[in-house]
């Protein structure tokens, strides 16, 4: 069985970030990545539909310590595919790396203080690792069983129905009647770059979601590249962005219907005063109850306002030979149906999780501080905002593991654990994620720990908080215990 100080599960955005930071601020410590997939880039290496492109600025969704050199901030899959790559190269990292090693199972033994990992390998059979300290960067949605709905009378249907985490390279669209059903980033990333060579795109939702346009290249952040040092830039775009995305969703909190007005007002001057705005882009709840869709340089509006795309809004009664009929009587022509219907989220990807021979019930814990579960030692979970750029909270995640593991080694000891103290045993048991209505994670909050009213057993959601705290509040004295100690013998050798 191999061991490390730490092992890192995945290699993704947030896996490569996390061992930057390892190296970087511990670099005594020996550690692995665990990848269950061939190649580094998780979500940027899995997801390869037609226009795959990132839905927040590369200047926050980048990395705190790696600029963003491409004009483009709004970036498509490959680019960012190559970012990534291109810091596991320059760092070492990908000798870290050991590909087709899905974790499966995971028991801590407080005796040996130790994670014993269980995983399933491509060629099916199991490996075993074991670490002090895990650190779980396996994103949030499974990679193998995307969400799709039962649609009636699917089987009806003659032509190919596909979802764009299963992308098939070999699929030729050029001249087809395509629909795409769903009203998220990945349908509206999809319609307009299938209608550049599509013979028809329909986006078929069941009801809108809130789009806002802005161009893929940020000016300001081009222009400050060219007088400033490199970093120095990107620090400052970087602040400028994380600043402009929290006064926005500030604004949609406290002041709600002005936010809409001024979206749906924009949304209008796009399609003009013919195009029925009400009906396929005004949504039922207030903006950032869910997450806004951003397109780029209007590509969406675009395709619509020239005829190569359209929008229904209307449920779907089955599906045909040829098609989808609708509630309303109408019905969708079509050789190719995309299902953009969403991503199936799963705890720590989906792993089991036991301490000291027993199962840990990850409803029945609480977060601690969005990043550890109470009760549950040496295990951390990196999960980014659902209002701003993953990587803010990925980077602090891994910038705070580093300030725990340090504090271990300076106190002897090999454990960290929150626990929950007698004056918190009543506390209230809230949604681990609150005041956000997107059905993929309203399928699953069940299944996720719960939060609470008081510090530190809160999921704050809010990079400003969280900046402050995660980087200069003390690491212990707020219920994260350090104990047992290091062995005699082995702090003598």
């Known amino acids: 069985m191999q061991h490390f100080d ?33 190649a580094i880039g998780g979500t940027w290496d899995l997801f390869r539909y037609p226009g795959i492109r990132s839905d927040s600025d590369m200047h926050t969704l980048g990395y705190n310590f790696k600029p963003w050199r491409a004009a483009k901030a709004i970036a498509d899959g490959p680019s960012i595919r190559s970012y990534v790559r291109e810091v596991a190269t320059e760092n070492g990292i990908e000798e870290h790396i050991q590909f087709g090693q899905k974790l499966t199972s995971a028991a801590w033994n407080s005796d040996d203080a130790s994670w014993v990992l269980t995983t399933e390998q491509q060629d099916a059979t199991q490996g075993s690792f074991s670490c002090n300290f895990l650190l779980m960067c396996a994103g949030y949605y499974s990679y193998d069983k995307p969400y799709t709905p039962d649609f009636p009378n699917q089987d009806a249907f003659k032509g190919a129905i596909i979802h764009p985490q299963l992308w098939p390279e070999d699929l030729d669209y050029a001249g087809k009647k395509v629909v795409v059903i ?3 980033a990945t349908a509206m990333t999809l319609v307009p770059a299938m209608a550049e060579t599509a013979g028809s795109v329909t986006m078929l939702q069941r009801s809108p979601t809130y789009v806002v346009s802005r161009p893929d290249e940020d000016r300001i952040a081009n222009t400050l590249r060219k007088v400033l040092p490199e970093q120095w830039a990107y620090n400052l775009t970087r602040w400028k962005n994380t600043a402009l995305q929290g006064y926005t969703y500030n604004r949609t909190r406290t002041a709600p219907e002005k936010v809409k007005a001024h979206l749906l007002k924009m949304v209008r001057e796009e399609l003009g005063p013919d195009f029925d705005v009400e ?30 795309a359209n929008v229904v809004t209307e449920q779907i009664d089955e599906f045909t030979e040829t098609g989808i009929a609708l509630k309303s009587g109408e019905h969708l022509d079509a050789d190719i149906i995309i299902t953009a219907t969403g991503l199936n989220m799963v705890v720590l990807g989906g792993a089991e999780f036991s301490v000291d021979g027993q199962a840990v019930n990850f409803p029945e814990t609480f977060t601690y501080k969005g990043m550890m579960y109470s009760d549950v030692p040496n295990m951390v979970q990196t999960f980014g905002y659902i209002n701003a750029s993953w990587t803010l909270r990925a980077d602090l995640t891994a910038e705070w593991v580093c300030r725990v593991l340090n504090a271990m080694n300076d106190a ?26 997107a059905g993929y994670m309203q399928r699953v909050m069940h299944l996720f720990p719960r939060q609470s ?38 702090r003598a050798a």
């Open 6 to 38: 730490v092992i890192i599960v995945g290699a993704g955005l947030s896996g490569i970030g996390a061992a930057y930071h390892l190296q970087q601020h511990c670099p005594g410590k020996s550690y692995a990545i665990l990848e269950s997939r061939a």
């Open 182 to 184: 769903g009203s998220g």
């Open 279 to 308: 009906k396929h882009f005004t949504p039922t709840y207030n903006p950032w109850d869910q997450r806004l869709c951003l397109v780029p340089n209007s590509d969406l509006f675009k395709a619509i306002r020239n005829g190569k």
């Open 412 to 437: 002897s000891m090999r454990q960290a654990t929150p626990r929950i103290p007698t004056a918190d045993s009543n506390m209230p048991a809230l949604p681990w994620v609150d005041d956000f209505s």
């Open 453 to 490: 009213d008081r510090w530190p057993w809160q999921n704050t959601q809010n990079y400003a908080i969280d900046r402050k705290m995660l980087r200069n509040d003390p690491v212990t004295g707020d219920a994260l215990v350090l104990d047992n100690p290091v062995p005699a013998a082995a």
